[in-house]
């Protein structure tokens, strides 16, 4: 088993995705856990800076399948070994 990292993040969510359980189908499908440090959610569009926490590959698969649904990803800074 890899060790943990943690990837710092803004997600940017269209007025379409607001209400969808993203990080919940998030959590299940890649076993990543976001850590929420600041949120903005309003009517039209919300954004969320997170820590992604768990293995490598598993928060790359994630990354890649918020792009796929829509939100945006920034990374921001490094990535920290747990």
Do not use: Y
């Not at 440090?37 to 768990?54: D, P």
């Not at 698969?61 to 921001?76: N, P, S, T």
């Amino acid at each position: 088993m890899s060790a943990a990292i943690e990837v710092r993040v803004k997600l940017t969510f269209p007025e379409g995705l607001i209400r969808v359980p993203v990080l919940a189908r998030l959590t299940r499908t890649f076993d990543v856990d976001p850590n929420i440090r600041r949120a903005n959610v309003e009517e039209h569009q919300g954004w969320i800076v997170c820590e992604l926490v768990g293995e490598a590959g598993a928060i790359e698969a994630a990354v890649d399948w918020l792009r796929g649904e829509g939100v945006g990803v920034d990374l921001l800074g490094d990535v920290l070994e747990g």
